[in-house]
């Protein structure tokens, strides 16, 4: 199982930036599909974004246009860059591994989290 470290949450103020960072332990990363979820209270785990180990994206709609997911695979991290950050994007954010998907027609379809998760880091927007 992979081991996941993350790092870079935190309070901002609405519109501003945070960039989330996530190291995975393991040989496997290079080949496994990344991402985060995020919880916020009383709502359950929601998908923010995923990458591909050929580095298609995916995000969920309340998100386009402000976040940008990436990964270095010499440095085995992921990272989630957010812009324009909301009060509705306060939430802990988890980073996770081996997410369960298809690509089609150049689209990235996940169905299911992968086995290993992060410790999970806060992320908190003051309005």
């Known amino acids: 199982q992979v081991q996941l470290v993350e790092s870079g949450g935190g309070l901002v103020q609405a519109g501003g930036s945070l960039r989330l960072s996530c190291t995975a332990s393991g040989s496997t990363f290079s080949t496994t599909t990344m991402g985060w979820y995020r919880q916020a209270p009383g709502k359950q785990r929601e998908l923010v974004a995923a990458i591909t180990s050929g580095g298609v994206t995916k995000y969920t709609d309340s998100v386009k246009g402000r976040f940008t997911i990436s990964r270095d695979k010499a440095k085995n991290t992921v990272y989630l860059h957010m812009d324009s950050l909301k009060a509705e994007d306060t939430a802990v954010y988890y980073c996770?591994?081996?997410?369960?998907?298809?690509?089609?027609?150049?689209?990235?379809?996940?169905?299911?989290?992968?086995?290993?998760w992060g410790q999970g880091t806060q992320v908190t927007v003051s309005s």
């Open positions: 996770n591994a081996g997410i369960y998907g298809i690509i089609s027609g150049g689209i990235y379809y996940p169905s299911r989290a992968g086995a290993s």
